[in-house]
């Protein structure tokens, strides 16, 4: 009660003392009124501060650390690699063992082969790779499959029939080197007469037969490859009945052959060369008949002439 009276009574007498002395220590706010200087914004020192601090310490780091951020970039870096190479191997590596080529041809097939392709692309594409060997002048025919008895995906078995050199002919006046099958495997651009290609085929390892007229009156490369493939089966078919290698065969334009052959100086004319090579079958067994009495006058024969049915005119010198 004391103490609410006394504030009461404060109140009333010391109120105009008090006002009286707040207006003297201090003055009027609108007197002392000035601007106030604008205050810098935290924030603002803050951002400038966390990037000064952020470069030194990026700074620091690459000058202390420089060692260490290159090891992990280099094994990082060996690791990428490393898989790298661990997929390409796993996608790209196969194994090719090839058979039925001479060694000395064995590096030129290779390098025709795609390798660089991936195991599901040669897979896929066996045709192709077999189709593409084929164009190679001694490759015959290709056949590619899985090896045999291998249970690796990876293991493939090529098998390469060579097309070797079996006779030579003049075309267009440049001779070439021709496999049985009418392949062609060589040009010779030195040989540009059938002398020459007579030289040429004494001179020659390979028992090579001399081969004329085969062009023709001309055609396709197609149709000169055809009738290369027929005189080789007539020569196949002319062996098999008589026991005399074939040296020379020259088609003539109205369809008979005159071969000649090792060690004998007639020529043998054979008649008409149609599809059917049963006749000259029969005409190549009525010439070994024949020879036991032609080779007691061997020196003397020019010709033997088999175009007839049932019997053969002999001509002499």
Not at 4 to 12: E, L, N, P, Y
Request: hydrophobic share 40%; aromatic share 8%.
């Amino acid at each position: 009660m004391s103490g609410r009276a006394r504030h009461i009574a404060w109140g009333d007498d010391s109120d105009e003392r008090a006002d009286a002395s707040l207006t003297e220590e201090c003055p009027p706010l609108r007197q002392s009124a000035q601007p106030l200087p604008r205050a810098r914004s935290g924030r603002s020192w803050g951002w400038r501060v966390t990037v000064i601090l952020s470069a030194c310490a990026l700074l620091v780091v690459g000058v202390v650390d420089t060692p260490r951020i290159n090891a992990i970039r280099e094994e990082l870096s060996g690791l990428i690699s490393s898989g790298r190479n661990a997929s390409y191997h796993f996608w790209f590596d196969k194994n090719v063992e090839l058979t039925g080529i001479s060694k000395d041809y064995q590096d030129i097939v290779f390098q025709a082969l795609p390798l660089e392709r991936s195991l599901l692309w040669w897979v896929l594409n066996r045709s192709s790779i077999t189709a593409r060997l084929a164009m190679l002048p001694r490759v015959q025919s290709a056949s590619l499959m899985s090896c045999s008895g291998s249970w690796s995906f990876r293991c493939f078995e090529l098998h390469i029939q060579e097309r070797t050199p079996y006779a030579v002919t003049l075309l267009a006046d440049h001779a070439w080197i021709v496999g049985r099958d009418g392949g062609f495997i060589q040009p010779l651009p030195n040989v540009r007469s059938f002398d020459d290609v007579q030289a040429f085929i004494e001179a020659s390892e390979h028992s090579l037969v001399a081969l004329d007229g085969v062009q023709g009156a001309g055609g396709t490369i197609d149709l000169v490859r055809g009738r290369l493939q027929y005189t080789a089966d007539i020569i196949r078919t002319i062996e098999s009945e008589v026991p005399l290698r074939v040296t020379r065969v020259s088609l003539e334009q109205n369809g008979e052959a005159r071969v000649s052959f090792k060690g004998r100086s007639y020529v043998a004319i054979f008649g008409f060369m149609g599809s059917d090579l049963s006749t000259v079958g029969q005409e190549a067994r009525r010439l070994n008949q024949l020879l036991p009495r032609i080779d007691q006058r061997e020196g003397i024969v020019k010709e033997i002439d088999l175009a007839f049915q049932k019997v053969a005119v002999v001509r002499f010198e």
